[in-house]
Nanobody, 120 residues
Framework: QLQASGGGLVQAGGSLRLSCVAS????????MAWFRQAPGKEREFVALINDSGFATSYEDSVKDRFTISRDNAQATVYLQMNSLKPEDTAVYYC???????????????WGQGTQVTVSS
């Protein structure tokens, strides 16, 4: 089970740090990812990190603003979001998978989502 938290309301240019904690299982052998879904839009890829934490990938619009990291000992994945923009407003979901993929359909386990709202 994945539990995402850390969302909230922030002004444009601000920062938030999302956390995703896995309970009942280790995440050390899983690729972990963040996706987001804005109202009326499809769920889209944001960032992923491989099982060891040495490889990451980002959607172009968040590159250089967001950083994904993980602490396998704490079974937690983070998404540090800086320089937030109104277009970053969405529900953010964490997900786990055995393989690297940017497609949400490829992920086996999902958190419940946390709302991020960026005001202009």
């Amino acid at each position: 089970q994945l539990q995402a938290s850390g969302g909230g309301l922030v002004q444009a240019g601000g920062s938030l740090r999302l956390s995703c904690v896995a309970s009942g299982r280790t995440i050390s052998t899983y690729v972990m990812a963040w996706f987001r879904q804005a109202p009326g839009k499809e769920r889209e890829f944001v960032a992923l990190i491989n099982d060891s934490g040495f490889a990451t990938s980002y959607e172009d619009s968040v590159k250089d603003r967001f950083t994904i990291s993980r602490d396998n000992a704490q079974a937690t994945v983070y998404l540090q979001m800086n320089s937030l923009k109104p277009e970053d407003t969405a529900v953010y979901y964490c997900a786990a998978n055995r393989r690297i993929s940017r497609a949400p359909q490829g992920y086996d386990y999902w958190g419940q989502g946390t709302q991020v709202t960026v005001s202009s």
